[in-house]
């Protein structure tokens, strides 16, 4: 079945240790986004690529950079964790831009900084 | 800035009642809206997607409506049961595609 795999499944890290959580999709759709949900939050848009293209959220702080090096996969880096990034990591994907443009998501990798 | 609204927070009703779940966005110059379910500790699963052009999607006993000019939608679930309990998000997509989430509606059906 095509699909959003994240891995890990839970992450856990050093406060200020650099930790990479990862997605890949089978779905070759040209859009990947990261979100990051909080405990009985909303989910909150990071940044998302278009192909190559990188589009930053502009309240996304420093801290966190993404990467994508090619279609299927793509990398959320957070370079200097702190207790307030302890989240929900979702990924999700969509064919293109529009209307008709569904996002799927993965399973979502659920972040704890000691 | 869009802003969406899921109230109540929190639901709970017997099991084989018909229920509407309720969503409001201050911005009705939208692409589309989405309906997403969510498990605890778990990811999105899409529900029911609605392009800006239409009324109304359908899916077994799902149905969203959409009306933009008034910035609503509302999810209908038909004859409920215990495996529906989960939180129901909605989200607004805009430009670029960005969605923009509700905090979500955690829905409890009692046997």
């Known amino acids: 079945d095509a699909m959003v795999i994240q891995n890990p499944r839970y992450q856990v890290t050093q406060f200020g240790k650099p930790v990479t959580l990862s997605c890949s999709q089978t779905?070759?759709?040209?859009?990947m986004y990261w979100y990051q949900q909080k405990s009985s939050q909303a989910p909150k848009l990071l940044f998302h690529y278009y192909d190559k293209d990188f589009n930053n959220e502009a309240d996304t702080p420093d801290n966190f950079q993404s990467r994508r090096p090619n279609t299927s996969f793509c990398f959320l880096d957070i370079r200097s964790p702190g207790l307030g990034d302890a989240a929900m990591y979702l990924c999700?994907?969509?064919?293109?831009?529009?209307?008709?443009?569904?996002?799927?998501f993965g399973p979502g990798t659920r972040l704890t900084v000691l | 800035k869009q802003e969406v609204t899921q109230i109540p927070a929190a639901l709970s009703v017997p099991e084989g009642e018909n229920l509407v779940l309720n969503c409001s966005f201050t911005?009705?110059?939208?692409?589309?809206l989405q309906w997403f379910r969510q498990d605890p500790g778990k990811g999105l699963t899409s529900l029911l997607l609605?392009?800006?052009?239409?009324r109304e999607q359908t899916s077994g006993r799902l149905n969203a409506s959409l009306d933009k000019s008034s910035g609503r939608s509302t999810l209908y679930i038909a004859a409920s049961q215990p495996g529906d309990s989960a939180t129901y998000l909605c989200a607004v997509g805009g430009a670029n595609s960005k969605l923009t989430f509700g905090k979500g509606i955690t829905l409890s059906v009692r046997p």
């Open positions: 999700a994907t969509s064919r293109g831009e529009g209307q008709g443009n569904e996002q799927f």
């Open positions: 779905l070759n759709h040209n859009v």
């Open positions: 911005d009705s110059a939208i692409y589309n």
């Open positions: 609605i392009q800006s052009s239409q």
